[in-house]
T-cell receptor, first 115, second 112 residues
């Protein structure tokens, strides 16, 4: 089956620094990638949708200047959390859709802790 | 407003027992409905995907049903195992878009 990987799986950074999270589709071309964040005991919240070579579409309330998304190729999307603050600590999950809109494959998630 | 509601919020059962999780949605136009299993600290893993014309779909001990008329779905787990302890998320896709509406999930705990 289709595999989506994320790197790193967990990261700790200091307040004010930036951190980049990678999302890769390993065995298929991802026409669209999604970024979610999830707080403990809550469901996934969509942050943004990105198509390869295009600017990401951000959900209402998500700061595009703080959460920079780059979908440079059909197999790689990155999320950069700039000037991180403790309230940005969360579980970030990416997903990717291939040629069929039915199929959405999730990555294993990245746990971000900002101290 | 497009919404997906799941019940119960949490459930505790004994190993070997069956259970059924519910999902009600108001998404329109409907495209498909998926059930995912999410282990703590991991990304969701797809269990079943159903389109409008499908009433039931099985994946091992997991059986999902869909009633498009009443806009309800259920996920039945047979002979539960300790490894079934996880959150189960119902996701409905709106037709013609990449919009996926997530339910809040049901947290299942299976006890020995």
């Amino acid at each position: 089956g289709a595999v989506v990987s994320q790197h790193p799986s967990w990261v700790i950074c200091k307040s004010g620094t930036s951190v980049k999270i990678e999302c890769r589709s390993l065995d298929f071309q991802a026409t669209t990638m999604f970024w979610y964040r999830q707080f403990p005991k809550q469901s996934l919240m969509l942050m943004a949708t990105s198509n390869e070579g295009s600017k990401a579409t951000y959900e209402q309330g998500v700061e595009k200047d703080k959460f920079l998304i780059n979908h440079a190729s059909l197999t790689l999307s990155t999320l950069t959390v700039t000037s991180a603050h403790p309230e940005d600590s969360s579980f970030y999950i990416c997903s990717a859709t291939g040629t069929t809109v039915y199929e959405q494959y999730f990555g294993p998630g990245t746990r971000l802790t900002v101290t | 407003k497009n919404q997906v509601e799941q019940s119960p919020q949490s459930l505790i059962i004994l190993e070997g027992k069956n259970c059924t999780l519910q999902c009600n949605y108001t998404v329109s136009p409907f495209s498909n409905l998926r059930w995912y299993k999410q282990d703590t600290g991991r990304g969701p893993v797809s269990l079943t995907i159903m389109t409008f014309s499908e009433n039931t779909k099985s994946n091992g001990r997991y059986t999902a049903t869909l009633d498009a008329d009443t806009k309800q779905s259920s996920l039945h787990i047979t002979a539960s195992q300790l490894s079934d302890s996880a959150s189960y998320i119902c996701v409905v896709s709106a037709g013609g878009t990449y919009k996926y509406i997530f339910g809040t999930g049901t947290r299942l705990k299976v006890l020995a």
